[in-house]
């Protein structure tokens, strides 16, 4: 329905209004910086060369003097650019692509649900409703043991699973960085529910025959946002040791997890976790420049645990038959919604344009002087960034962020279009979804693109990187095979 | 099936997963069945591959479950469930669910197997899956898989097809693609299934009258969703092994003074377990004891490729009396007086839209050649399988006969080349009666006897 004369006319007044606000605001020291140049070009002007000369000789500057100043101007300069972080570099990202053998479509969900909990119809109901409205595809993929009815989660079991991931992205990050093993100075490995002795960590180390004087770390029991705060460990310690490559592996391995009673909080993760796992190569080297694809910008890390209903909310526990199983509390999304609350209003400052901020800070002082009943100024996070890549954690999340942040459905393609593909893959899927972008050329120079994660705990961590060279289409990687199929159309209900 | 406790334990370790196709299918993606597949719903064909601790050895289990994942990307309507539309039709919708697959240990060797006393009357059970469809049909795998490990390192692979997907034809035309898969993992050359699709089936206008129904198919009383038929006796399964030299002395008894004359085997082999039997069952007053129904491939259509129901079924029904027939006669008969009854079949099934539940398999004696079935082309390492073993499951009281090749072409006589296997489903109460009756033909004795 056309919208009505004045309505439209006024609509787009608005809009233009906006846009000179925004070019006015944001470009301010220009806009003052250039009437002040032409100024004083005009003084200059119309002073004439002689006067300019003689100004020049009446300044008596002695040898002293320009010595000082110019030691002081080198000095200064010196003390910048020590003092400068070193440029993170990502040089390039491998995601695991799981094999076509552990691809697990809804039917077959559904009938092994049926097989196994076969006392409990509810439980079954309950899982098949979940499924239809879970926004996953029919290709995600689960291990090799959850296939069997019922499923034989041993150790040995889990460990195949985790050197099928985590070598299968290290052997496609070393073909496509040509990166040497003995190369690695920084390992991280993040895996939230498996952490065996030796650590995963170690067992990469064994595999590839890695350095003895490498710097590595495991972290666990960290949720699905433990990627981000690898990728800040490995910041922080590539400040500290010049000239190094830091490798990052994010995993979640499903195996040992997979609930196996019949609670219905603790049901829900086996619905929506799947296999996945990203490698990615950090470096602060500078010859890395021309070939990384992208810079990290900045990372922000909140944490809501001091908080009693955030830190229960997502509660790994027994239940009453003594299967262990991660709960989740029905007002996730709320605690979900407040975290990012928290974050947006630390990297808001970080990465919005002057013109957003000046908005916020005038509603924010209107609100607390004026009138609090004012509505609260979500600042427009579309003109910081051009990509954004959204934890595909469930169909709600997603929708929720989609909501608060006011993006549009293009926006949030990577992450539900991944969501449907691959499934929550936890701490990697944020990769997965870089990968989409990529994928679709859509990846240019300059571009901000924006990672945000959440986790148990509560945590809400983002990180912001910035695109170093536009991205050609890969012709591997997790998309190469169906990316020619996506976006689908994702129902509200799946018919089963 | 009720097992004695011994023998359910010889197989175990059971381990039960599901292989599927390697590639999405798609959404709402429905195969129609014909009214011939709808016709033999209530029969499951079997069939168990045995191959010995060589073709074994070394065999990746996990490389075999990947090829059948590759072979399913083709033939990806056997992975998907049964469904009844508005008016009761079943048909299959594609989602993609998969068959069922077994893995299993047994603490024999396969000799020790073979050699039980009743090995194809109850072992052969457990090494493949005797699961039917039903009684909830949207949850019922058409085709299960079992590979079963034994004490000396061979293995045998038993397969359960649904009859609604195919005949024996079909199912070992897909067993032979999955040992093709298997050869090729890693090269990335899909192979082309010529998918043969039926859409819409229209219901004859006019009704046949009465004494034009096909005499191969049979009523039975409604099994609702639970697709096996329960029959009024007990039945028992055997098999004995013909060498090409017991072969030669039935032709020659067959032919008489025509030696010259080209006999068929599989004709001559049905000619006399017909009299056999037709000595054994009593009456012989009405058409129907006289008429048998012979299951043989179709030449026309391509071997590869095609995937429903499309073997020849047809029916012959003897004037006089069988035992007072010769067996060249009874030969000429069954080779020129059987009637193709798929027409007729058709379209009685298709009268009430698929929801009538029929039996062909036992409805009469029925013959089936499995000789064209390239059964032994099923390879696993390059090996082709010492025995393969091939029946169907849910015969009616009639009975049935399968002729199956003895071993694989050119494997030379010890190994049973130019011979043949028969497997015979009988009413138990008959089936002592009917191995002497066979012994006195030269037949089921000597070392291939294997009841």
């Given at each position: 329905m056309p919208p009505s004369s004045p309505n439209f006319s006024s609509s787009v007044k608005l809009k233009y209004v906006k846009l000179g606000y925004q070019y006015l605001v944001n470009h301010i020291l220009t806009l003052t910086l250039i009437p002040i140049m032409a100024g004083v070009l005009i003084e200059v002007l119309r002073m004439g060369p002689e006067e300019i000369l003689n100004l020049w000789k009446s300044l008596n500057f002695d040898l002293v003097q320009i010595l000082c100043c110019s030691f002081l101007i080198v000095f200064v300069t010196t003390v910048y650019f020590m003092s400068k972080p070193r440029t993170i570099f990502l040089v390039d990202y491998a995601c695991f692509k799981p094999p076509m053998t552990c691809r697990v479509p809804f039917a077959t969900f559904m009938e092994h649900s049926r097989l196994i909990l076969k006392d409990k119809p509810k439980s079954v109901e309950f899982q098949m409703r979940i499924l239809e409205r879970?926004?996953?595809?029919?290709e995600t993929c689960l291990p090799p043991a959850i296939h069997y009815i019922p499923p034989t989660p041993t150790m040995e079991a889990a460990r195949g699973e985790a050197e099928l991931v985590i070598f299968s992205a290290m052997n496609s990050l070393f073909e496509k960085t040509g990166l040497k093993p003995k190369d690695i100075d920084i390992l991280i490995v993040n895996c939230s529910l498996f952490s065996p002795t030796p650590s995963l960590s170690a067992m990469v180390i064994n595999k590839y025959k890695l350095r003895s004087n490498i710097k590595s770390f495991n972290l666990s029991g960290m949720g699905c946002s433990a990627g981000l705060i690898s990728v800040d460990l490995a910041r922080d310690l590539l400040q500290v040791h010049p000239n190094s490559n830091a490798v990052i592996v994010s995993t979640e391995i499903i195996t040992p997890n997979y609930y196996q009673g019949n609670e219905r909080a603790m049901l829900l993760p086996n619905c929506l976790f799947r296999m996945g796992g990203a490698a990615i190569l950090l470096s602060n080297r500078t010859s890395e420049r021309r070939r990384a694809k992208y810079r990290l910008v900045h990372v922000v890390r909140t944490h809501k645990g001091a908080d009693d209903k955030a830190y229960r909310c997502v509660f790994e526990e027994e239940d009453k038959e003594g299967n262990v199983g991660i709960s989740l509390q029905k007002d996730l999304m709320a605690i979900a919604g407040e975290a990012l609350k928290s974050n947006i209003t630390t990297i808001g400052p970080l990465v919005l344009p002057a013109s957003e901020q000046l908005l916020f800070l005038l509603t924010l002082i209107g609100r607390k002087i004026f009138n609090p009943k004012w509505k609260p100024y979500i600042p427009d996070f579309k003109q910081a960034f051009e990509h954004f890549c959204i934890h595909a954690g469930g169909r709600a999340v997603i929708d929720e962020l989609q909501k608060n942040l006011q993006l549009s459905a293009e926006h949030v393609e990577a992450s539900r279009m991944t969501l449907h593909r691959f499934g929550n893959t936890s701490s990697s899927s944020l990769w997965y979804e870089m990968s989409y972008i990529e994928s679709k050329g859509r990846m240019r120079r300059g571009d901000r693109v924006w990672q945000i994660a959440f986790g148990s705990g509560f945590k809400c961590n983002s990180a912001v990187w910035k695109c170093n060279r536009t991205i050609k289409t890969p012709s591997d990687g997790p998309w190469a095979d169906c990316i020619d199929r996506y976006p689908v159309y994702i129902p509200e209900v799946v018919k089963l | 099936m009720v097992f004695t406790k011994e023998l359910e334990d010889l197989v175990y370790g059971i381990k039960l997963s599901s292989v599927g196709p390697g590639r999405v299918t798609g959404s709402d993606v429905v195969h129609d069945l014909s009214g011939m597949d709808i016709a033999m719903k209530l029969h499951y064909v079997k069939v168990v591959y045995f191959f010995s601790s060589q073709a074994a050895q070394g065999l990746n289990l996990t490389r075999f479950k990947e090829a059948t994942f590759d072979c399913f990307c083709d033939f990806y309507y056997t992975c998907g469930r049964l469904r009844r539309s508005e008016s009761g039709r079943p048909y299959i919708k594609c989602n993609d669910c998969g068959a069922r697959y077994i893995e299993a240990c047994c603490d024999m060797t396969i000799d020790e197997c073979l050699q039980m006393k009743d090995f194809y009357s109850d072992l052969q059970k457990l090494l493949v899956s005797q699961q039917v469809i039903g009684p909830e049909l949207t949850f019922s795998p058409p085709v299960l898989i079992q590979v079963t490990r034994f004490k000396c390192g061979g293995l045998s692979v038993g397969l359960s097809w649904a009859h609604i997907l195919g005949d024996a034809f079909t199912a070992a035309n897909f067993m032979n693609r999955c040992g093709q898969a298997m050869a090729r993992l890693g090269s990335n050359t899909p192979a082309n299934l010529q998918y043969k699709s039926n859409t819409q089936h229209e219901r004859s206008k006019n009704p046949l009258p009465l004494h034009d129904e096909p005499l191969s198919l049979k009523w039975v009383d409604p099994v609702g969703d639970h697709w096996i038929v329960s029959n009024n006796c007990r039945m028992d399964t055997f098999s004995f092994h013909i060498t090409a030299s017991q072969l030669a002395t039935l032709h020659s008894e067959i032919s008489g003074r025509n030696r010259s004359d080209q006999v068929p085997i599989f004709e001559s082999i049905c000619a006399i377990i017909w009299k056999c039997i037709a000595k054994v069952k009593?009456?012989?007053?009405t058409a129907q004891a006289r008429t048998v129904t012979i299951c043989k491939k179709d030449p026309r259509k391509p071997s590869k490729g095609v995937v429903t129901n499309t073997q020849i079924i047809s029916a012959v029904t003897l004037d006089l009396s069988v035992m007072e027939t010769d067996p060249q006669r009874l030969v000429t008969l069954l080779v020129?007086?059987?009637?193709?009854e798929r027409m007729k079949m058709e379209e009685v099934v298709e009268r009430d839209d698929g929801v009538s539940d029929f039996i062909m398999y036992g409805a009469n004696l029925t013959f089936v050649d499995l000789e064209e079935a390239d059964l032994y082309g099923f390879e696993l390492n390059g090996y082709k399988p010492d025995l393969v073993y091939c029946t169907v499951h849910g015969v009616g009281d009639e009975g049935a006969v399968f002729v199956l090749p003895a071993g694989p072409k050119g494997s030379g006589q010890a190994n049973g080349d130019g011979g043949r296997m028969v497997t015979i489903i009988f009413p138990e109460s008959l089936v002592p009666e009917l191995k002497a009756e066979l012994a006195k033909k030269g037949l089921g004795q000597g070392d291939h006897d294997l009841t």
């Open positions: 879970s926004g996953l595809g029919e | 009593l009456g012989e007053e020129n007086e059987a009637v193709d």
